[in-house]
Structures are given as C-alpha cells and as structure tokens.
C-alpha cells in the first residue's frame, strides 16, 4: 500500500494533479482565513497607556450627573488573565437567577451601587435566529461588564423574516431608540457571536473609533487587513452622528464595516485600536454565511451616497420594544425604501 502511494507520488501522470491539488488548497486557506498567513503590522495603544485615550461621559464633567460624590475606577490590571471559552450552554435557571444576583435592572441596565460609572455605554447588538449564541453572550458579558463597572445597557435589535439580514441598518436603528431612551455618550456595536477574552478590553469609547475586536482566534489572533472594522467597534455618539451612522444600503453578508471604516476617514477621524492581547475575542461557532453580491457595487459608491445614507433617511417599524430582564428588545421591519438597491 504504501509502496503504491509512494509510486503514485512519483508518477510523471499523477504529479501535477498532486501540485494543483496543493496549490488550490493553499489558495482557498487564504481567501478564507487570511489572517493565518498575515501578519499586518499596525499601530496599536499599549496598555499602560489605555487610560489616557479613553473619552470619559460628559455627563458627570458637567456635573449634571453628579448625585454620587466618588467616580469610579478604572479597572485595568496586567496580572489578570485570559479568559477561557465560555459554557456551551446556560440552563434556564441560571438565566432566570440573572438579574437578581447581578443586579441587573429591566431592560439590560446596570450601573454601580458605589460610585458614578466613567461611562455611559449602550451596547448594540444586530440580532436574528441566534438564541444560543446570545444566552452565552448575555450570560458572560453581564458579569464582564460590571467588572470593569462600566454603567450600561444591553440592546438587541432583531430583525424580522421579510428581508435579507441587513447587520448595518439594525445598528443605526438601535442607535436611533436608543438615545430616545437615555443620553448614552458612547455606542459599542456588537456581534452577538463574538466573546471578549481579556478583562482589561474596556468597554468604553476611547477619542477616537475603536475596532475592539482585532484579534480574534478564528484568524489566529492576526488582524486580516488593515481597514477591518468589523466585530465589535466603539464609537462616541457625537462622531456616530457625524458620519451618518452607517449605509442603509448592505442586504445580506460583507462590506457594512469596510463601508463604516470608509465613512470614519471620509470625516478625518482615525481609528484606534488596544494592543493584540487586550484584543482577544473567540468567535462562538456558526454556519458562515453567503456573502452578498451587490457588497462591491455599494462598496465602490460609498462615498457619493454617505450624506444622505444612514441615520438621516433610516426607516423602519418599529413592532416591539421591550425591557427584558438581561436586555431591551427591539423587534423590527426593515422598510427597504431608504435604499437604492434591489433586495
Ligand atoms: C471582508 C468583508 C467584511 C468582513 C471581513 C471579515 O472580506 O465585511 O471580510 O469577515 N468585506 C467584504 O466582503 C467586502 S469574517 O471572516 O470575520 O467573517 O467583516
């Protein structure tokens, strides 16, 4: 048997079947994971120096806030270690158990008992069709969160069935109820699948936009290309707003972020990122999706539609709003009206 093998190798008739067979599989590891294979460098902010690039709320500067005398700390401790893998499953109870033992008020919300929070931060998070992912994720990032006692709410914006999944329209919706809800300072958008692995990854805005999650293990830790964006981003309400949220215009899967990244640089603002260690995220599994076929076209005029696609001609129903008990629940149809593209 091995004999034949080692014939076959050798055979004039089989050898370039073998190399094509090799290079084709080298060709489809980089198109789909291409971090494996980079090694992008790219500036990042080391950890001692986190403390002065993060934007604290203006509404305690302000005083406005101000019922509490002591703000908090901010936690950040080099000795901490990696987080491992989260469960695979939370039961029943242990959700139900939630909000009492955390403290964790209807709708998401939680802000410290002892002293006023730095920050004021709603978490977004685009949503359909993933229960398990997001009882691991709520179940984790609560007490995550608290930890580093950020005052917080958790949003889930779920999309109904009538359309294609549309990530970036679902985050500027979240955007726009939730600032009818409270003046949070700080947006962090969140995919419900990914999990943040180092306690000192603030979940706080720093000056400028931040791609939070620039090291994940599904690309071993590597950062695929310089402009990802994707994942989980911060951002200061103001410069969400400034650049018109994001494109209304991405149905289906791929290019939202590349085009986000696109209209952060249109503005003049850079984006800033924690050190790979701080970065750390595991992407909880999942079916890949289909990429989309118009991402290209809406990709290549991005820049002629920024000022009028996004958060100025965002339309939709709004058909639930609810504070559940870990997070607020927002059901809603995509109306495609505000978009130039064929769904
Ligand atoms: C790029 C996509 C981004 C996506 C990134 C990482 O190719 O939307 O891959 O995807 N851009 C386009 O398709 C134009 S990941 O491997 O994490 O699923 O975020």
Redesign the pocket.
């Known amino acids: 048997m091995i004999l034949q093998i080692f014939f076959a190798i050798f055979h004039r008739r089989y050898i370039h079947k073998i190399l094509l067979g090799i290079a084709t599989f080298f060709l489809f590891s980089y198109l789909l994971h291409p971090g494996r294979f980079s090694s992008t460098d790219y500036d990042y902010i080391e950890i001692d120096n986190m403390k002065n690039f993060l934007s604290p709320s203006p509404l305690h500067i302000s005083g406005k806030h101000m019922n509490k005398t002591q703000l908090c700390p901010i936690i950040i401790d080099k000795d901490k270690d990696i987080m491992s893998y989260p469960r695979k499953t939370v039961s029943e109870s242990e959700k139900l158990a939630m909000p009492t033992d955390l403290n964790i008020l209807p709708g998401g919300v939680w802000k410290p008992s002892s002293c006023m929070s730095n920050f004021q931060v709603a978490i977004v998070i685009p949503y359909r069709d993933r229960e398990r992912q997001l009882d691991i994720f709520l179940s984790y990032m609560h007490p995550f969160l608290q930890a580093q006692m950020i005052e917080y709410r958790i949003v889930v914006v779920e999309q109904t069935s009538l359309h294609p999944f549309n990530r970036a329209k679902l985050m500027n919706i979240g955007f726009a109820e939730t600032v009818k809800i409270f003046p949070y300072h700080c947006f962090i958008f969140h995919d419900v699948d990914l999990i943040p692995q180092n306690p000192n990854n603030i979940y706080a805005c720093t000056h400028q936009p931040r791609h939070m999650s620039s090291s994940l293990n599904t690309f071993r830790y590597n950062l695929p290309y310089k402009d990802?964006f994707?994942g989980a981003v911060a951002i200061l309400k103001r410069q969400f707003e400034e650049i018109n949220g994001f494109s209304n215009a991405f149905f289906g899967w791929?290019?939202?972020?590349?085009d986000f990244k696109n209209r952060i640089s249109y503005k003049g603002l850079q984006v800033y990122r924690f050190s790979p260690d701080v970065s750390k995220y595991v992407m909880l599994a999942h079916k890949k999706e289909l990429?989309s076929e118009s991402?290209?076209l809406n990709?290549k005029s991005g820049r002629e539609r920024y000022e009028t696609d996004g958060l100025n001609n965002l339309q939709y129903d709004l058909l639930k709003l609810e504070n559940r008990s870990l997070y607020t629940w927002m059901l809603v149809n995509i109306l495609p009206s505000d978009t130039n593209t064929d769904i």
Do not use: I, K, M, V
């Not at 791929?254 to 590349?258: I, L, T």
């Open positions: 990802l994707g791929g290019g939202e972020d590349d990429p991402r290209f990709l």
